[in-house]
């Protein structure tokens, strides 16, 4: 490609793209912010009553969580590298092992969200309406915050799908990754937001 | 066009960047689990930030990005400080 | 350039290109930025007919005390639709996704936008969310009574069609994202080469600016909305107090969208004007650089002044006076900015043509706007009047007078180079005049009344206020027919008007530098690129 990249035909600029993917990433934040926000001033507000609510979620399925996320975090990272080696085979695999991850952490939140039901605790239950007005906002605002999160992840895992079969392909390559690489962006801010979610959800002292 | 010149992230810094990941998360849950009252959540958030500034640089590739890419980063996280801030305004008095 | 480029290639406009489609599918699948500014175009003016009717509805109704065409609660049904098409479906979108998209990458020197698909899927979202906002005018449930702004807890409670207004909004909310988003990436990656940001014309300036503003502002009323939709579907309770929720919650997060909002309204409003008046002065624009920072200033302050509309919500007493001195502070760089406009005149060879017409009656209805916000901006008088006409009015002189007008001129500067050819000066001039006339009659009596006490969102009132209301009344009818024949004459033109030389203003900026209407690919060999873009002898 030429300096000037005036091309009629075919227009390409990795890092128009990348960037572009990155200025999604700031409004996905902001979004996830706006709620961060929310969660601050209810906790502010109602200390005591957050800690009480928080006692009812298992910090060993939060850790768990947890740790399959930055595992799979580092696993579509290592993708990345092994496709800019024209490694073909190991960029596939490290795919799936970060899919399998992503549905091993959806199961942990189908069980954890299912416990909670099996006790009658869910939005706009009867048992909810009786809680406390503390408590009430606390799992307001985990079933908000955790299910825009898991929805998060699905579409994370639907990008990293297609990425697999452009790897698949060929249609991604060493020479031209930037799907990838977006697609692993996407999944690493799914991780960062729950980094920041796990000690505010499941460590409230 | 530079797509060939990018930096690779070697395996064994990703492998220890998760390491240090993990670590961050159980010194997370064992420090919480004292009561330092105030100070818990404090220290909770810097180690969330200090993860997530972990994941950004490395994971992300951040790093090896531009300045102009790495000082947007970083205005969108002071702007919901800001954001944040401003709002406590009218919450811690009134 | 490629060794494909070397044999000349033809000149084709735009409108006439043959691409994969023909017909309505050549419009409508159109990846082309000028195309899908044009699509943007039509869409917006048809709503905004619809939001105008709505609005003379309503002037209709306040004409005398008591009922006079409609029922209260259809009343209160048109504020909101009327509302919600108007900030949502035409201003919010307007000039950027319109005249943006068509000069924002020929004012650059690029042949589109960096992303010319994702482009074309802004159109379609922004086509379905507004298929959304009016379907819920029809629902059986009726249509929503809220006020465009949607405040809890009334909003989480009432029987009306409201899920469905603010699905629409979310939706609306992310096309903006979306062109904002291709837009900044536009302006990064897609200038001429050898075209610093420094050598940006200021409209890109402003578009760039207000781009930041809807990338970063509307994800947060985005998951207000969401929130606001959960608790009516499942009753989770972030904002009614029944729920355990603040409802002054709801107004933080919407105001922290919604208020940097109008400086995406206003923002490539100012843009525009900053390039019609050097053209039309012949002279270079004076301090380029106050007003291409001033952009940004306005942007990055614009995202901490939220609080102003919530004075007598019942926030704390120090939010309010910190509030008040953030406002104070966005009024500088647009002060400013009005400052470099009128020093731009100063000895310059004005040539009064209807583009030049609707700038200056921008400056002077925005003055008005502007000052008048400080007035509510400051705390003890904003008590005094919040919730009056007075509001009504200001936002109104900021809004249309200011957008509006913006768009108004917008349209008459860049006609000739989007379509080729001329509409009609003199009709032109007489829409000018009832346009300005009628707006002036409609909302400035609304001050008057609004500081004596008339309050807004109201269908009835004291009979002492309805000198005011007629005399309102008259100028919507004037401003409505001032809107119709300047229509008229600008459809006149596009059909039937002179054809028009490719630089009819001799403006300096790079558009006026290629043929009208422009080729496909906008430059078929590399533009110039001068030290500064106002460059006049």
Redesign the interface.
């Known amino acids: 490609m030429s300096e000037k990249g005036i091309h009629i035909e075919e227009h390409r600029d990795d890092e128009a793209s990348k960037l572009g993917m990155w200025l999604f990433i700031f409004t996905e934040l902001l979004l996830f912010g706006g709620l961060f926000l929310v969660y601050s001033i209810y906790r502010w507000q109602y200390p005591v009553n957050f800690h009480e609510a928080s006692l009812e979620l298992s910090v060993t399925i939060g850790v768990i969580n947890t740790i399959v996320l930055l595992f799979s975090s580092m696993t579509i990272a290592m993708a990345l590298t092994a496709i800019q080696k024209n490694n073909k085979k190991l960029a596939l695999r490290l795919i799936a092992v970060t899919l399998l991850m992503a549905l091993i952490f959806l199961i942990n939140k189908y069980f954890e969200w299912g416990h909670k039901f099996e006790h009658g605790l869910y939005p706009g239950s009867d048992l909810m309406a009786l809680l406390e007005r503390g408590h009430l906002l606390y799992f307001s605002l985990y079933f908000f915050m955790t299910g825009l999160h898991a929805l998060h992840i699905i579409v994370g895992m639907i990008l990293l799908i297609i990425a697999y079969f452009k790897v698949k392909k060929d249609s991604v390559n060493s020479d031209r990754f930037v799907f990838l690489e977006n697609g692993a962006l996407y999944w690493h801010l799914v991780d960062l937001i729950w980094i920041f979610l796990f000690p505010l959800m499941y460590l409230i002292t | 066009?530079?797509?060939?010149k990018?930096h690779?992230?070697?395996?064994k810094v990703?492998?220890k960047?998760?390491l240090l990941?993990?670590f961050c998360?159980f010194l997370?849950?064992s420090i919480?689990?004292?009561?330092?009252a105030a100070f818990?959540?404090t220290i909770?958030?810097l180690?969330?930030g200090v993860?997530?500034f972990l994941?950004?640089s490395?994971?992300?590739h951040l790093k090896y990005e531009s300045l102009?890419?790495r000082i947007?980063?970083g205005s969108?996280?002071l702007?919901?400080i800001?954001?944040?801030l401003?709002?406590?305004?009218?919450?811690?008095?009134? | 350039m490629m060794s494909n480029g070397t044999d000349k290639i033809e000149y084709v406009s735009y409108l006439e290109h043959q691409g994969k489609y023909s017909g309505l599918r050549s419009w409508i699948f159109a990846t082309d930025h000028k195309r899908i500014a044009l699509l943007y175009l039509y869409a917006i003016a048809t709503f905004f007919f619809v939001g105008a009717i709505l609005g003379l509805l309503m002037r209709f109704e306040l004409i005398a005390p008591g009922e006079t065409i409609m029922k209260p609660q259809t009343y209160n049904g048109i504020f909101t639709v009327h509302g919600v098409i108007m900030i949502f479906m035409v201003v919010i979108p307007g000039l950027s996704a319109v005249f943006g998209n068509f000069f924002l990458p020929i004012l650059i020197g690029a042949k589109d936008v960096a992303f010319p698909k994702l482009n074309l899927f802004s159109w379609w979202i922004f086509i379905f969310g507004s298929i959304l906002a009016v379907a819920s005018q029809f629902l059986k449930s009726g249509p929503p009574d809220t006020g465009w702004t949607f405040y809890a807890p009334y909003s989480t409670t009432t029987g009306t069609s409201v899920i469905m207004a603010t699905t629409a909004a979310f939706v609306l909310g992310f096309s903006s994202i979306l062109t904002g988003l291709n837009f900044i990436v536009t302006v990064h990656r897609m200038r001429a080469p050898g075209m610093k940001f420094f050598n940006m014309p200021l409209f890109p300036w402003s578009i760039y600016a207000t781009a930041w503003i809807q990338l970063l502002a509307t994800p947060i009323v985005g998951i207000t909305l969401l929130m606001l939709i959960a608790e009516r579907l499942f009753g989770i309770g972030f904002f009614d107090p029944k729920l355990g929720g603040d409802p002054l919650l709801f107004q933080h997060l919407f105001w922290i969208y919604s208020h940097p909002a109008v400086y995406i309204m206003i923002l490539p409003a100012m843009g525009v004007i900053t390039e019609i008046i050097p053209t039309f002065c012949q002279k270079k624009v004076y301090g380029y650089k106050a007003i291409a920072l001033s952009s940004l200033a306005i942007a990055g302050v614009g995202f901490l002044v939220w609080g102003h509309h919530m004075y007598t919500s019942g926030m704390s007493e120090n939010a309010r006076w910190f509030f008040s001195l953030l406002t104070f502070i966005v009024a500088v760089p647009s002060a400013i900015k009005v400052f470099n406009w009128i020093s731009t005149m100063y000895k310059g060879s004005i040539d009064l043509k209807p583009p030049f017409l609707f700038a200056l009656s921008f400056i002077f209805l925005f003055i008005i706007g502007g000052t008048t916000g400080l007035i509510l901006g400051s705390v003890a008088t904003n008590i005094q009047v919040h919730d009056t006409s007075f509001i009504v009015a200001h936002f109104h002189y900021i809004i249309f007078g200011g957008m509006g007008f913006a768009f108004f001129a917008a349209i008459h500067y860049w006609l000739p180079k989007m379509y080729g050819k001329m509409y009609n000066f003199k009709r032109a001039n007489i829409a000018w005049g009832s346009l300005f006339i009628g707006f002036n009659l409609l909302y400035f009596p609304q001050f008057i009344i609004g500081i004596q006490g008339m309050p807004r969102r109201y269908f009835d009132y004291p009979p002492q206020f309805q000198w005011a209301q007629i005399i309102s009344t008259i100028g919507g009818v004037i401003l409505i027919s001032g809107i119709i024949l300047m229509v008229y004459n600008l459809i006149m033109g596009v059909r039937k008007g002179e054809i028009a030389p490719a630089n009819p203003w001799n403006g300096s900026t790079l558009e006026w530098q290629i043929p009208s209407p422009p080729s496909l690919e906008n430059f078929d060999e590399a533009p110039v690129v001068k030290e500064n873009p106002y460059d006049y002898i």
Do not use: C, P, Q, W
């Open positions: 066009m530079d797509h060939n990018t690779i992230t070697e395996y990703l492998a960047i998760l990941l993990i998360t997370t849950i919480t689990s004292f009561n330092l818990t959540v909770a958030l180690i969330a993860k997530g994941v950004l490395y994971f992300m102009l890419l947007l980063v969108i996280f702007l919901f800001i954001i944040v401003i709002t406590f305004i009218d919450y811690s008095f009134r």
